[in-house]
């Protein structure tokens, strides 16, 4: 019997014990690498890997992560969690801000200074909603510590009445395609060597955050305003799609030759014609944006995607770009509506009122 006690806890000691098996050698840099968490449901368990100064640590848990290393900035609990399509919603007070490109350190300041998040990164606006418009992926070295963020501010949102949406970009739509372009050269040469998985597998519908990026709409109306990463063609409008096809439609492989462009320059993810020409197509004027509001029974439409100096409405106030050059890694800011108005704030906290 004794002898079956011990083997009993014997193995349960190695089911839920840190492993450190697989250390990434030096490359000379005095700054170590540290990334993570990565967790997939396999098993029948959360499977947790993260790395800590340039080595691979392995956690197994039943079903809920309370994750507390110090790779993260804060602590955030993890389940195997629903996440419900939303193509509409109300908000008394919203947030928004786009592409991020894993500049977490400006995307938490500009939280903070816009009263979404306190000082212990936990949610602080209420039943406000946030919403990323956007491109968490790519360029910068702090894509998880973005995601993770998200996903705790999230299920603390739900909790106090609030909402976080996070909207597909093309950046999430490249890494689901495997191109990786523009990754940061860190995830490729260190975390996914050392997982040894190719970087859209770590994000895999059979991980946590896979399984919520492969659910994020492309569009969403909230009150009066449509809120989409890059922009909307006329050919959405001419076309009679809603915000539901376009979040069905622009995500899928083998469209018809008719919705072909959903996927490519004049799609939701990509276009640009609210700022000039391309060769793909012309610039959209003012008759055709009047015609996207009124098909999708909005005032406004905010987007991201082509980077701006500052923030100011278009065409007549009814074109709101958001992409205030969080991607460089020291500059940025976001809308806040409230009853009282439209706002830029910026990383240093100053408040503007948009002119429209």
């Not at 009814?318 to 409230?338: E, R, S, Y």
């Amino acid at each position: 019997m004794k002898k079956v006690i011990f083997v009993f806890f014997l193995l349960s000691s190695l089911l839920w014990a840190t492993y450190n098996y697989i250390s990434f050698p030096q490359d000379g840099s005095k700054e170590s690498w540290n990334d993570g968490p990565y967790i997939f449901w396999e098993n029948d368990s959360l499977q947790v890997y993260f790395i800590q100064n340039d080595s691979l640590y392995h956690k197994v848990y039943a079903d809920t992560v309370n994750f507390s290393e110090s790779i993260l900035p804060y602590p955030v609990k993890i389940a195997k969690t629903k996440f419900p399509e939303v193509d509409s919603l109300s908000a008394s007070k919203i947030f928004a801000l786009s592409d991020v490109h894993g500049q977490f350190g400006v995307m938490q300041k500009l939280l903070k200074e816009a009263h979404v998040i306190d000082d212990d990164f936990n949610w602080s606006f209420a039943d406000g909603v946030l919403v990323v418009v956007g491109d968490i992926f790519d360029r910068g070295a702090q894509v998880n510590q973005s995601f993770w963020l998200l996903y705790k501010l999230r299920n603390q949102a739900c909790q106090a009445g609030g909402c976080v949406i996070l909207l597909r970009g093309n950046h999430e739509k490249m890494i689901q395609q495997n191109d990786l372009r523009y990754v940061n050269d860190k995830y490729l040469a260190k975390t996914c060597k050392l997982l040894n998985k190719k970087y859209p597998q770590l994000y895999a519908t059979n991980s946590i955050l896979g399984k919520w990026l492969h659910t994020l709409p492309n569009a969403i109306k909230i009150n009066n305003i449509l809120f989409v990463h890059a922009g909307i063609h006329p050919l959405v409008y001419r076309q009679n799609l809603s915000i539901s096809q376009l979040n069905k439609l622009a995500v899928q492989m083998n469209l018809p030759d008719s919705l072909e462009y959903l996927q490519h320059s004049k799609g939701p993810f990509w276009y640009r014609g609210y700022f000039g020409s391309s060769w793909r197509y012309k610039a959209i004027n003012q008759a055709q944006v009047d015609s996207t509001l009124s098909h999708f029974k909005v005032e406004k439409i905010v987007v991201g995607h082509t980077t701006q100096e500052q923030i100011t409405p278009i065409f007549q106030g009814k074109i709101i770009p958001i992409d205030a050059g969080l991607k460089k890694g020291n500059t940025g800011a976001g809308i806040l509506i409230d009853s009282s108005g439209w706002y830029e704030i910026d990383i240093e906290g100053n408040k503007k009122k948009l002119e429209e």
